[in-house]
């Protein structure tokens, strides 16, 4: 299995405050992405990394910022918690080898914001 | 932008055969994965068409058709534990991937 962390894995949290979710790696892949999980919406992608530094938006980036200092760590910050950003956040790595871009995804993190 | 459809729901009994299918409409167009989630776990990897046809790999199978923007996971044999949600994912470029909303599997004793 792919070495991908994800912390915390549960949090309760309220309308308002600020919350970072963090995806740890041990694979030294250069991708890695956060996605969002809602009934009936399948995974979608909020924001991506393709390096160090570099970083971009996904379909669903709205209230949501990253950053990437280290290659092992993507920090996903919700600057101003809403009940909409309540979901199953995922953290997934990718080395898109080949042109086959298998993606490794983390345990999930549930949020909850009341 | 992309989007992907695929049936919310199939049931079968073990030991029958179930095909998803999955259409798409992208602006661009690498290859069709398709990913397994079990009911609280992580998804995982299953297979990967870039070019038309079928794949096959154990009872999973994947098939491809670039022309009609279609495809299909065909799980044979069904056992209890194939009972998970399947989703189909376009890879839009050799890095992104958008996916379906997902299917949900269910196999009955």
């Known amino acids: 299995d792919a070495g991908i962390t994800q912390s915390p894995r549960h949090k309760v949290t309220e309308t308002g405050t600020p919350v970072t979710l963090r995806c740890h790696q041990t694979?030294?892949?250069?991708?890695m992405y956060w996605y969002r999980q809602d009934p009936g919406h399948g995974l979608r992608l909020i924001h991506y990394s393709y390096g160090v530094k570099d970083t971009d938006k996904g379909e669903v980036s709205d209230g949501y910022s990253v950053s990437r200092s280290k290659t092992e760590d993507f920090l996903l910050t919700l600057e101003s918690a809403t009940s909409s950003q309540t979901s199953v956040y995922f953290c997934?790595?990718?080395?898109?080898?080949?042109?086959?871009?298998?993606?490794?995804f983390g345990p999930g993190t549930r949020l909850t914001v009341t | 932008g992309q989007s992907l459809e695929q049936p919310s729901e199939v049931t079968a009994v073990e030991g029958a055969i179930v095909q998803i299918n999955c259409t798409y409409q992208t602006s661009g167009f690498y290859g069709l994965s398709w990913y397994q989630q079990h009911d609280g776990g992580a998804p995982t990897f299953l297979s990967y068409?870039?070019?038309?046809g079928l794949e096959e790999t154990g009872r999973f199978s994947s098939f491809l058709s670039r022309s009609d923007s279609y495809g299909y996971l065909l799980l044979q044999e069904l056992q209890m534990k194939d009972s998970a949600s399947y989703f189909c994912a376009v890879s839009v470029n050799d890095y992104k991937l958008s996916f379906g909303a997902g299917t949900t599997v269910t196999v009955r004793a």
């Open positions: 068409n870039a070019l038309d």
């Open positions: 694979e030294n892949h250069r991708y």
């Open positions: 997934a790595i990718s080395e898109a080898l080949a042109g086959v871009n298998e993606q490794y």
